[in-house]
């Protein structure tokens, strides 16, 4: 089982960006897909998630629609579209998947058993 980040990068503010997870190796119907950020010296905090199955999606208070999660379930992927950014977006970029169970706790990190790599995302003012 592996989730893999991609799409990170050097951008400047005002700019966009998608994220990109891939899932290897198992089958997350019944899963809840995250993503998550930590900038340094932070805690890792909750940006957004989709069901797999239903694509039902959820959002951090902070996001004000700059954030947009979607998922492309034939090739396995999450993405994560970022707009209007902003050097408070700088960040490591995390995909996370917590079984569906874990109901109103999808945002504490530690719900979550799966979890990729990591893609950084630094946004120059």
């Known amino acids: 089982v592996q989730l893999v980040e991609s799409g990170g990068g050097l951008v400047q503010a005002g700019d966009s960006l998608r994220l990109t997870c891939t899932a290897f190796?198992?089958?997350?119907?019944?899963?809840?897909m995250a993503w998550f950020r930590q900038a340094p010296g932070q805690e890792r905090e909750f940006v957004g998630a989709?069901?797999?199955?239903?694509?039902?999606?959820y959002y951090a208070d902070f996001v004000k629609d700059r954030f947009t999660t979607s998922r492309d379930k034939p090739n396995n992927m999450v993405f994560l579209q970022i707009d209007d950014m902003t050097p408070e977006d700088t960040a490591l970029y995390y995909c996370?998947?917590?079984?569906?169970?874990?109901?109103?706790?999808?945002?504490?990190?530690?719900?979550?058993?799966?979890w990729g790599q990591g893609t950084q995302v630094t946004v120059s003012s």
């Open positions: 996370a998947a917590a079984e569906l169970s874990v109901g109103d706790y999808y945002l504490n990190p530690r719900s979550y058993a799966i």
């Open positions: 989709i069901s797999w199955a239903a694509g039902n999606t």
């Open positions: 190796g198992y089958s997350f119907n019944h899963y809840l």
